[in-house]
């Protein structure tokens, strides 16, 4: 059974950090390259960042240079780390496989206001 835990958002002022975290089920997290998508109301979900089971990224443009994906292969655990965070990085935030499964998890919230 696919699980896809997120955690980790917040409120944060324009220019500032947060860490975004993934708990995902084994057999999704060692088989499938890992997104990080996110959503915001009225719009379909974007895949934001890409970490291939190697290691290797991938980044939509909007987030170039100020997010960075990374996994944890021993804790099953999937992480983005978003940097000079910009009133339009506000929405809900998700992990999954890339394909994504049609599983999804509850998604966690980033809200980017001063």
């Known amino acids: 059974q696919v699980q896809l835990v997120e955690s980790g958002g917040g409120f944060v002022q324009p220019g500032g950090s947060l860490r975004l975290s993934c708990a995902a089920s084994?057999?999704?997290?060692?088989?499938?390259?890992m997104g990080w998508y996110r959503q915001t109301p009225g719009n379909q979900r974007e895949l934001v960042a890409r970490?291939?089971?190697?290691?290797?990224?991938n980044y939509a443009v909007p987030v170039k240079g100020r997010f960075t994906i990374s996994r944890d292969k021993a804790k099953n655990t999937v992480y983005l780390q978003m940097n000079s965070l910009k009133p339009e990085d506000t929405a809900v935030y998700y992990c999954?496989?890339?394909?994504?499964?049609?599983?999804w998890g509850q998604g966690t919230q980033v809200t980017v206001s001063s």
């Open positions: 999954n496989r890339d394909p994504p499964d049609s599983y």
């Open positions: 970490i291939s089971v190697g290691g290797s990224r």
């Open positions: 084994g057999s999704i997290f060692s088989s499938y390259a």
